[in-house]
């Protein structure tokens, strides 16, 4: 029997996971490279990712992206 998909429990499941420093800085450089942007110094990093802390950025999931919710559709 195949479980129904749900993008709500996805999304929920997905955002709760608050990553380490180490994580995110990792994602970060890598994406930055993947742009061709400078990366952040690890100091300044930790400071970036502290401010994410305190905002609660990682609390909330997506409806931090500047232009509303993500959609894959």
């Not at 195949?2 to 996971?17: A, D, E, G, N, T």
């Not at 970060?28 to 970036?48: D, S």
Request: hydrophobic share 35%; aromatic share 18%.
């Amino acid at each position: 029997m195949r479980q129904k998909f749900s993008l709500k429990k996805f999304l929920k499941k997905k955002s709760s996971h608050i990553p380490t420093f180490e994580e995110w800085y990792n994602d970060n450089c890598a994406e930055k490279r993947f742009f061709g942007e400078p990366i952040m110094m690890p100091r300044e990093a930790e400071k970036v990712y502290n401010e994410l802390l305190k905002s609660g950025f990682f609390d909330d999931g997506p409806k931090h992206f500047k232009d509303g919710p993500i959609s894959f559709f």
